[in-house]
C-alpha cells in the first residue's frame, strides 16, 4: 500500500520560514511528477508548486519568488521551502504525487495546517 506522510507544518509569524516535507511509503516501482496544494476551508484546493522527476518546476503566482518546491529522488520526499509567508498563505497544504505501481496512481498526503498570524 502506498502512503504520502507529510511533516513541517505549524504556526509562524508574517515574514517567517517553513519547509514541508512528504515521503512516499510501500511498493512502487518508481514517481513521476510531484507537487503541493493547498486548500482553505470552503474554497477550492490549489497547486501552489509542482515538480517532474528530473527537476524541472512551475509554481502558483502568489508563490513565485517566495516558495521553493524540491525534491530527493533517492528518499522519495518532496519538499516545499516557504519563506516571506504571509497570512494569506495560511491553508492546509498536501502534497500529490503521480505513482507507478501496476500502473500510474495520484495519491494524497494527508494534510498539514500552516498557519501565519502575529
Known amino acids: 500500500q502506498v502512503q504520502l506522510v507529510e511533516s513541517g507544518g505549524g504556526l509562524v509569524q508574517p515574514g517567517g520560514s517553513l519547509r514541508l516535507s512528504c515521503a512516499a511509503s510501500?511498493?512502487?516501482?518508481?514517481?513521476?511528477?510531484m507537487g503541493w496544494y493547498r486548500q482553505v476551508t470552503e474554497k477550492q484546493r490549489e497547486i501552489v508548486a509542482a515538480?517532474?522527476?528530473?527537476?524541472?518546476?512551475n509554481y502558483a503566482d502568489s508563490v513565485k519568488g517566495r516558495f521553493t518546491i524540491s525534491r530527493d529522488n533517492a528518499k522519495n520526499t518532496v519538499y516545499l521551502q516557504m519563506n516571506s509567508l504571509k497570512p494569506e498563505d495560511t491553508a492546509v497544504y498536501y502534497c500529490?504525487?503521480?505513482?507507478?505501481?501496476?500502473?500510474?496512481?495520484?495519491?494524497w498526503g494527508q494534510g498539514t495546517q500552516v498557519t501565519v498570524s502575529s
Open positions: 510501500g511498493s512502487f516501482f518508481s514517481i513521476n511528477d
Open positions: 500529490n504525487a503521480a505513482i507507478y505501481t501496476c500502473r500510474i496512481n495520484y495519491y
Open positions: 515538480i517532474t522527476r528530473g527537476g524541472s518546476t
